[in-house]
């Protein structure tokens, strides 16, 4: 009779372990997360449930969703209509209609930062795209004081333009990878030679970094006139 219990015994156990519809009951502790919130145990293994991640930043499509837009000079703390602020870095979306969008990551003046993770999901944006930006990019330019850049994806590669009233001043292409970085010709708004700015170049990141402040309120200066 003792042998015939184990038995039975096995058989419910074996059939609880190849059946993993079978419920499986996990006690009801809970972890306290560093934010102060608790998860509790999830079946079928009973572990901890992972901890919310603390957001620092916006996912594209939060990001989409705010619309977010720039007025000001995002470089001197000034207002965000619609917008938000992340550790005092400023998203912008710029929508496009149906071909897509380009949304921005910037910090303050003259350090202007684009990531690749907020540009519109397309692997490539269309020409038509690019020329609804055109039309909008001077109201646009004019929201950020000197200058405005965006990175988008162009095929296998990045595409960066810095510009500065009105105008394309300067054009980068580069890899993912980082490397066959090309500069296009580049002139400032009144036709005349522009230093390029240095370009820090990752799989991931698209960095403008201008250096000369000499060029910086030169630039400042012709905007306000």
Same mark, same amino acid.
Request: aromatic letters at 10%; one cysteine or more.
């Given at each position: 009779m003792?042998g015939l219990?184990?038995?039975?015994?096995?058989?419910f156990?074996?059939?609880?372990?190849s059946?993993?519809?079978v419920p499986?009951?996990?006690?009801?502790?809970?972890?306290?997360?560093?934010?102060?919130?608790?998860?509790?145990?999830?079946?079928?293994?009973?572990?901890?449930a992972?901890?919310?991640v603390?957001q620092t930043?916006?996912?594209?499509?939060?990001?989409?969703?705010?619309n977010?837009t720039?007025?000001?000079?995002? @470089?001197?703390?000034? &207002?965000l209509q619609? *917008?938000?602020?992340?550790?005092?870095? /400023?998203?912008?979306f710029?929508?496009?209609? $149906?071909?897509?969008?380009i949304?921005?990551k910037y910090?303050?003046?003259?350090?202007?930062q684009?990531s690749?993770?907020?540009?519109a999901?397309?692997?490539?944006?269309?020409?038509?795209?690019?020329?609804k930006?055109?039309?909008?990019?001077?109201?646009?330019e004019k929201s950020?004081?000197t200058?405005i850049?965006?990175?988008?994806?162009?095929?296998? @590669?990045?595409y960066? &333009?810095?510009?500065? *009233?009105?105008f394309?001043?300067a054009? /980068?292409?580069y890899?993912?990878?980082?490397e $066959?970085?090309?500069?296009?010709s580049?002139?400032?708004?009144?036709?005349g030679?522009w230093t390029?700015?240095p370009?820090?170049?990752?799989?991931?990141?698209?960095?403008?970094?201008?250096?000369?402040k000499?060029?910086?309120d030169?630039?400042y200066?012709t905007?306000?006139t």
């Amino acid at each position: 009779m003792k042998g015939l219990l184990i038995i039975l015994g096995l058989i419910f156990f074996l059939g609880c372990v190849s059946n993993p519809n079978v419920p499986v009951a996990c006690t009801d502790d809970a972890k306290i997360c560093p934010d102060g919130s608790s998860v509790g145990r999830i079946p079928p293994s009973c572990e901890f449930a992972p901890c919310p991640v603390s957001q620092t930043t916006l996912t594209p499509e939060e990001c989409r969703n705010q619309n977010a837009t720039v007025i000001g000079d995002p @470089g001197d703390g000034s &207002v965000l209509q619609n *917008g938000c602020s992340v550790n005092q870095t /400023y998203l912008g979306f710029v929508e496009m209609g $149906d071909e897509g969008g380009i949304c921005c990551k910037y910090n303050s003046n003259p350090l202007i930062q684009i990531s690749s993770d907020y540009v519109a999901d397309e692997t490539t944006i269309p020409s038509s795209a690019i020329q609804k930006f055109d039309e909008i990019s001077p109201t646009y330019e004019k929201s950020f004081g000197t200058s405005i850049s965006f990175c988008q994806r162009e095929g296998e @590669g990045f595409y960066v &333009v810095i510009g500065s *009233g009105g105008f394309a001043v300067a054009q /980068y292409y580069y890899s993912t990878s980082g490397e $066959d970085l090309g500069m296009g010709s580049y002139t400032d708004v009144q036709g005349g030679p522009w230093t390029a700015p240095p370009v820090d170049i990752t799989a991931y990141t698209c960095t403008v970094l201008k250096e000369n402040k000499g060029e910086m309120d030169r630039l400042y200066d012709t905007n306000s006139t």
